[in-house]
């Protein structure tokens, strides 16, 4: 059965540094979303993606945040410059219409 | 100051019975909605959706009961095993094609065997 692979499992990072994290999304599926979840609460939009654009961001999306499509398999979410707040776990969705799908996740911890 | 979690609703029922997660959502306009199940450590896995143009729908094991009116969701879980412990999410999304899901805050659901 096919499924939304995300790479690493664990990201581990000094505040202030850069960090990527990587998606593989389901290979025909054409809208690609972030979440992230901070322990214990709920899952949070950050961003949607399709045809090769962001269609939609929250709040949470600054300018901190961006995405890329580089080739016709990843989806990757960079945060260019960590925050102790940015510590959650980061789940990456794709759907073909309506249906999302979404990856085992990131736990990004930011020390 | 520190930040706390929220403090999750939580369902226990014994192995074997039905159990019943209910959900409300916050926008009229939504059209669509999932419940999703998320065991620790792991992300949402879709369990069943519902259009806003159907009352009811039924999976295996599991239906979801859509009124509108009071903009209400529930997710029924027939003859609940371990295995249905987890926590459970209802979304909504206004556009059902690639909108955004709104999550809402999830319902803890114990089996006791």
């Known amino acids: 059965e096919p499924e939304v692979t995300q790479t690493p499992s664990h990201q581990v990072t000094q505040m202030g540094q850069e960090v990527i994290l990587r998606c593989v999304p389901i290979?025909?599926?054409?809208?690609f979303y972030w979440y992230r979840q901070i322990l214990g609460q709920k899952v949070e939009f950050l961003v949607s993606?399709?045809?090769?654009?962001?269609?939609?961001k929250s709040e949470i999306f600054d300018d901190q945040f961006s995405v890329e499509r580089p080739d016709g398999s990843n989806f990757t979410l960079k945060i260019r410059s960590t925050k102790l707040e940015d510590s959650a776990m980061y789940f990456c969705?794709?759907?073909?219409?309506?249906?999302?799908?979404f990856g085992q996740g990131t736990r990004l911890t930011v020390v | 100051g520190e930040s706390v979690g929220l403090h999750l609703p939580t369902l226990s029922v014994q192995e074997g019975d039905n159990s019943i997660i209910n959900c409300a959502y916050s926008n009229s306009a939504s059209d669509y909605f999932i419940w999703y199940k998320q065991e620790s450590g792991k992300g949402p896995q879709f369990i069943i959706d519902i259009r806003s143009n159907m009352d009811k729908r039924q999976g295996q094991r599991v239906t979801v009961l859509l009124n509108k009116t009071v903009k209400h969701l529930s997710l029924q879980i027939a003859a609940t095993q371990p295995g249905d412990s987890a926590v459970y999410f209802c979304?909504?999304?206004?556009?059902?094609?690639?909108?955004?899901?709104?999550f809402g805050q999830g319902t803890e659901l114990s089996v006791k065997p």
């Open positions: 969705a794709s759907a073909f219409v309506a249906e999302a799908f």
């Open positions: 993606f399709y045809n090769n654009e962001i269609s939609e």
């Open positions: 979304a909504e999304k206004v556009n059902n094609q690639g909108g955004k899901l709104i």
């Open positions: 290979s025909n599926h054409l809208y």
